[in-house]
């Protein structure tokens, strides 16, 4: 005795968007990239010229941000592709995996500049501050832009999550090459610039786990974070009619999209036809008023029914 209901809840992206959350900021994504490769090649230029190393540190970790985009903008694609018979989700958790990948690409780099950091501190080089100031300069202009275009997006979607803290990272490393170079001009303190290169690196770390232990909880399926299943199973219990509820599942498949099964138990009367659809109602009602779950799966069953279902389903 089986029965599905769907009723959406997940956040609204902006109007005309289709698809997974991410899938609507796929033009935004794009821009950020095109300044990502721009500033890329501007700090690479600028790091040759003027021996800093927080530059070239920075454009390290400019270069895992256009891979990481480029990622996202990839996982977008293959994640709204329609499912099929094989994959019935789609491609939907591409976005998570990309997600995870920008985790692994951000320490990566982060251990790289803090290696590099320690070596100039400990023979620190000649380094142009003025120079250096301004190519850090035109990172952060072009960093704050980019910041303003994935702002909304990565409250909605992992996947956009990801690129927006390697480029707030990127943002707050512009901002340290601009103070070492300050520094290095006003008082010649030429271990500055490894300083703010280590600051970069440290930086990179607290956002990455934050993010990686994210990403791990959807392919982990774990429940949704905004989601008491105390609370759901307590809900569901307080129905008139329901007798109990066992294998009751919450997860997520990707951003904004949280799905839920429950098998519930109910009287006799309730499964008749009337009872039977009004159950499905309330159950419907019940969880879309409390909870923000996109797809739910009801099974309803007779008291003592769970006896003869397989031992895998408990």
């Given at each position: 005795m ?10 609204a ?13 796929r ?18 230029t600028?790091?040759?010229l ?8 920075d454009?390290?970790?400019?270069a895992?941000d256009a ?6 903008l ?11 018979e ?6 939907a ?7 995870l ?8 780099v ?7 950091a320690?070596?100039?501190?400990i ?7 003025p ?5 850090g300069a ?14 909304r997006?990565?409250?909605?979607s992992l ?7 390697e ?6 490393g512009s ?17 500055a610039?490894?300083?703010?290169s280590?600051?970069i ?10 993010l ?15 989601v ?14 329901v ?11 990707t ?9 519930v ?8 036809a009337?009872?039977?659809?009004k ?10 008023e ?13 008291v ?5 279902e ?5």
């Amino acid at each position: 005795m089986g029965a599905g209901h769907d009723h959406g809840h997940a956040h609204a992206p902006p109007p005309g968007a289709s698809g997974t959350a991410a899938a609507a900021y796929r033009g935004r994504l794009r821009i950020a990239l095109g300044l990502t490769l721009g500033v890329l090649v501007a700090e690479i230029t600028g790091g040759m010229l003027t021996g800093s190393l927080a530059l070239l540190a920075d454009a390290g970790h400019m270069a895992t941000d256009a891979v990481g985009i480029a990622m996202a903008l990839l996982a977008i694609h293959f994640a709204n592709r329609p499912p099929s018979e094989r994959r019935t989700f789609g491609y939907a958790r591409a976005e998570i995996l990309a997600a995870l990948a920008n985790c692994l690409l951000l320490i990566g780099v982060g251990g790289f500049i803090l290696y590099e950091a320690v070596q100039r501190l400990i023979e620190p080089p000649q380094v142009d501050g003025p120079l250096t100031a301004v190519f850090g300069a035109i990172g952060l202009c072009a960093n704050v832009l980019s910041l303003a275009l994935l702002m909304r997006g990565q409250k909605e979607s992992l996947n956009v999550r990801g690129a927006f803290l390697e480029v707030m990272a990127d943002a707050l490393g512009s901002f340290a090459v601009i103070v070492s170079a300050v520094l290095v001009v006003a008082t010649g303190f030429e271990r500055a610039d490894p300083i703010a290169s280590l600051a970069i690196g440290l930086m990179i770390v607290p956002r990455t786990w934050r993010l990686l232990r994210e990403a791990l909880d959807v392919l982990l399926e774990a429940a949704p974070k905004d989601v008491d299943m105390a609370e759901v199973r307590s809900h569901i219990l307080a129905l008139p009619g329901v007798e109990g509820v066992h294998d009751l599942h919450a997860w997520t498949i990707t951003s904004g999209l949280p799905v839920l099964s429950a098998h519930v138990v109910v009287q006799e009367k309730v499964l008749d036809a009337v009872g039977y659809e009004k159950m499905l109602h309330d159950l419907q009602g019940c969880l879309g008023e409390h909870f923000d779950v996109e797809h739910c799966t009801f099974q309803l069953e007779p008291v003592g029914h769970a006896e003869h279902e397989a031992r895998l389903c408990h």
